[in-house]
């Protein structure tokens, strides 16, 4: 069964080819790709993905400094499409970034080959999840609770190319955790290919049984007390797996949703067509029933016939589209500010947390980062002080120009006035790791940025920039230089 599958992503990946091929012999050339993503691209990110594809269909090309740019539309209003620069090719002659925004359990990217824009119905070549995370960060975060994502994937688009890409920023360990070691086994068995990161092939290498699954993760370290053990015990006609899916009085235990569906479709993946059965899951019919049998753990028990001991499953209700263009995020602002810019200016970020995105790690002078804490203390935030609380900005710029630095504050225009409530938070964030790690910057401004409506005016001085939804960029008559920098060199970009 193992090999089968593996022969299907090898004719899959050939009928691509054979495809581009026959394009061009009928001068029916196919040269764009697009990346659709909810996060921030990052330069390094899509040149990773870059190198990938053109490994992999032999695309000829070369690549050098990359540049992640707006797309203008005639009027100098936004297209919210980015264009990536950078790119020599005789094949791929554009390359389009677009924000899109997942229904449920998105992955990072998804990657067209192909002119049009891309559409709901179209099938991508590529499901890419990024991570900064490793075991020396957290061991369920960079395997389990990301997996849930490639099995969730198989609802939509079977027999994907699914690929794990580490953008590590902090030094991996040395030895692998048990949990890394077997999660990532199981990735590499349902074809998962892992990018960035050094595997070690004597003891991370693909299962190629049932039982030798059954062993590996019986045999690792017991939780501890009080806590469920993901334990499986393997009948003549039923596989069982206990792992508790309950939290806070719903189906919503992340990382055992993740660690659970891996298990389970792997061990379809590896041709066990007998009844799979999740024990002391802890969840009850109600929890299961009406509305929330639209639930993502749901689909993909549907998708790979997984049952509850106890429990009745009834099939999804809803079949909403994987994906969709993302026309409403306040990320859309922040987004557009950061990438303009790193682009425009000699201005950059140390630290962003995009609404939706994957949270970013703090960057001093020397490059170095370091984790943003969600608490001061965390025993006196738990004994009650809430003043513990590190209140985080979306997106901290320095302007190395003015000495400054902006900390921003992002939200949709029907928002305004809690973006402009919460600027008033950032006092111990700006003590704990501007202040620290920055000191001769003196200037540290404090603004918010909007996305949204169809306003052609800033009524507010702390509100600096405002990305309408036509496409429009206002700036403020306070508007940081940095800004008024960044626009105006854009603009004058496209006038060229």
Known sequence: MILFNRILQFIKLKRIQLILFIKRILNMEVDTLWILTEERPKNEVIGEIIAKFAKDYNVACFINNIRILPILNHDRTFSFTYEVKGLDSNVVKHIYIKTVSGYSSFVDFLVFYQNNEPQVNDTPIYAIEETKTDDAESRNTGVYQRASKFVYIEYYYPNIKKIMLYSLQVDQKETATDTNIFGTRCLMTIGVEILGKAINHTL?????????????????????????????????????????????????????????????????????????????????????????????????????????????????????????????????????????????????????????????????????????????????????????????????????????????????????????????????????????????????????????????????????????????????????????????????????
């Open 204 to 496: 991370m290498t693909p299962f190629t049984s049932v039982d030798e699954v059954i062993e590996a993760k019986n045999s690792m370290r017991q939780p501890p007390a009080g806590n469920v053990a993901i334990r499986l015990e393997k009948f003549p006609n039923k596989i069982t797996i206990s792992g508790r899916l309950i939290k806070s009085g719903s189906l919503s235990h992340d990382p055992n949703i993740g660690t659970l569906s891996l298990i389970c479709a792997t061990l379809r993946f590896l041709g066990w067509d007998k009844e799979l059965e999740i024990t002391l899951h802890g969840l009850n019919q109600a929890q299961i029933s009406g509305r929330r049998v639209n639930n993502k753990f749901l689909k993909i028990a549907h998708r790979f016939n997984i049952g509850l001991q106890g429990l009745t499953l009834l099939p999804p209700t809803e079949s909403l589209d994987y994906w969709r263009y993302d026309m409403q995020g306040e990320k859309l602002g922040t987004i557009f500010v950061h990438l303009v810019v790193e682009n425009f200016t000699s201005g950059f970020s140390i630290y962003e947390n995009h609404a939706g995105c994957e949270r970013g790690y703090f960057m001093t002078k020397e490059g170095d980062p370091i984790v943003v804490g969600k608490y001061f203390d965390k025993e006196k935030y738990k004994a009650g002080d809430k003043t513990q609380i590190i209140y985080i900005p979306d997106l901290v710029l320095v302007d190395i120009d003015r000495t400054e630095i902006i900390n921003v504050e992002g939200k949709k225009h029907t928002t305004m006035e809690q973006g402009i409530r919460e600027l008033n938070n950032f006092d111990g964030f700006e003590d704990h790791y501007i202040k620290k790690y920055f000191p001769e910057y003196k200037t540290i401004i404090r603004t918010v940025v909007l996305y949204g409506g169809t306003k052609e005016s800033i009524d507010r001085i702390e509100v600096s920039f405002l990305l309408n939804a036509k496409g429009k960029m206002i700036l403020s008559v306070q508007a940081p230089e940095l800004f008024n920098e960044a626009i105006k060199n854009l603009l004058d970009y496209w006038r060229l």
